[in-house]
């Protein structure tokens, strides 16, 4: 972790576990009593829901009961928050049902007391788990809790906002083939929110990390599309298809007058994670990186003793390319437009649309496997050139500190056009630059930094992790096209 230079970054050593060494400690009984106490709280709060008949609440509290049996830290702080809810769930039961039994003039007072006892047991595990016994079953991944804990409240939060809200529009999948199944994948999500941060946290585990977990949500948008065209149309969100065009995301509206709903899902990325949209999210900017790793790849087996030959990163696009950038951008925008007003009908304006996305994959497939660089996302994509401007809204900035020695491993990874000698000299990337971070991940001095105004760059990288991890999961677990 030594890239950041903060001492508030490096893991902290966990707390040692009763099972360690032969024998184990005298702290046994109570070691293992925490999780048979979160054990019964979850399966009684699982077992009242199947009463009502949600059994996918029950089969949420299910998660929550897999996660007990865990030693994880960060899912202490996730069944604690669920523990206190709970019990404060069951105190509203109660009275509901007490106030009813005085109404109808029924006996109460063994009903009040059953549910104190719950209350009173759900309450009780929440207090041990929330302490030292609960701290000592519950120690991997300590120095890291908070954030996949944060994480997963996230995930799971605006998903089950979103499905509330959204009543027009079966969101979820789950939802769509298993009804009332919604709340099992919001779950779901949320554990995989909490372990993607996890991944994203570590600079040089992100490195690897981040391409692999954006193929894999390119592959489920695709499948997704694939799939719903082949006759499974429950997989679509709507009648309407749209082509899974980056820059459509702009044009649509700018041709149609309306349909802003993927405008405005880009613009909230772009105010929460700046232009690293680019290098998190698009699902078609995930192939131009695959395309831009063959080079990297070929020029591996090359190299002796499988080391990568040095100087031989990705060759920087010329300067006109960036004119070129902007140039193509405004004028697909402005077509778009004026094919709107003229009444251009839509199969042919479609059919555009179809031939410039055409276009972008051969750039990829002839050019960026070529350089080694992104060249589609970089000097060709109007969307790119889109989030890397209003990227500079949001806060987030890589700076280069004074202990840059100029070794050059930042420049090998860069694929996106954003560094070279003299963006190092001033300090700070090109505005090409989508907050990959691969550069962090392979500064040896910590002269890279993720900054925000008002927190430490370890800080900063946290928060910025935690935010990136959120919106994948839920991106990826909300029905698409």
Sequence with gaps: MQQLSDESFRPVPSCPSPDDGAGGGPGRAAFWSVTVHCLLAFALLSAH????????????????????CTR??????????????????WVSVGVDLVRFRMA??????????????????????????????????????????????????????????????????????????????????????????????????????????RPRLWALFSAVFFGQLALGLLGAHRLLMTGALHLPVPALILAG????????????LFGVSVLLLGPAWCSHLCYIGAWDDACSRLRGAAKKKDSKG??????????????????????????????????????VPVGVAATAAGLFGLAGVAVMAGLSTRRGMMVHCTAFCPMGAVGNLL???????????????????????????????????????????????????????????????????????????????VLHAVFLNVARM
């Design 104 to 209: 109808f003039g029924a006996d109460w007072l063994r009903l009040a007391a059953i549910m104190a006892v719950v209350t009173g047991l759900t309450m009780a595990a929440w207090w041990r788990l929330a302490g030292d016994a609960g701290r000592l079953r519950h120690n991997l991944g300590a120095d890291t809790a908070w954030a996949g804990a944060i994480a997963f409240v996230l995930a799971a939060g605006l998903l089950w906002l979103a499905r509330w809200r959204v009543s027009s529009i079966v969101l979820l999948l789950s939802d769509r083939f298993l009804p009332g199944s919604g709340p099992l994948q919001i779950a779901l999500a949320g554990v995989y929110a909490a372990w993607v941060a996890g991944l994203l946290l570590d600079p040089v585990r992100a490195r690897k990390a």
């Design 253 to 264: 509206p700018l041709y149609r007058g309306e349909g802003v709903f993927m405008l405005v």
């Design 72 to 89: 994880l830290a960060w899912a202490r702080l996730v069944m604690c928050a669920a523990l206190f809810v709970g019990g404060l769930f």
């Design 306 to 343: 499988g080391k990568p030959q040095k100087g031989k990163g990705p060759a920087p696009l010329p300067r006109w390319a960036v004119a070129l950038r902007w140039c193509l951008a405004a004028t697909v925008f402005a077509v778009a437009f004026a094919m709107g007003r003229t009444g």
């Design 49 to 68: 829901a199947v009463r009502s008949g949600d059994w996918g609440m029950a089969a949420a509290w299910g998660v929550l009961v897999g996660l007990a």
């Design 391 to 469: 990227g500079r809204i949001a806060p987030w900035r890589l700076r280069v500190g004074p202990g840059c020695t100029r070794c050059g491993a930042c420049l090998a990874v860069c694929r996106y056009n954003a560094l070279d000698a003299r963006r190092l000299e001033a300090g700070r990337p090109a505005l090409s630059c989508t907050l990959c971070r691969d550069c962090i991940g392979v500064c040896r001095h910590g002269a890279m930094r993720l900054t925000l105004p008002g927190l430490s760059p370890a800080t900063a990288w946290r928060a910025f992790a935690v935010l990136a991890a």
